[in-house]
């Protein structure tokens, strides 16, 4: 019986520290810039368009 209260005191307190935590934790991101190089090709070199298979074949 006694260990039965010791589990159930553990336990409301793990769930009291959980929702604690949970509420007040900080937990918000780091602001970091992020950026990536863009590479624009001119409009009269624009890749070709890759030849299309016929509708609701597999290619054989």
Known sequence: M?????????????????????YFGDMTPE???VSQPLDLAPA???PQAAPS???GTDGN
């Open 53 to 55: 298979t016929q509708a």
């Open 2 to 22: 006694r260990l039965i209260k010791v589990l159930l005191v553990l336990i409301v307190l793990g769930f009291a520290g959980l929702t604690g935590f949970a």
């Open 31 to 33: 602001p970091a810039q």
């Open 44 to 46: 009269d070199q624009q």
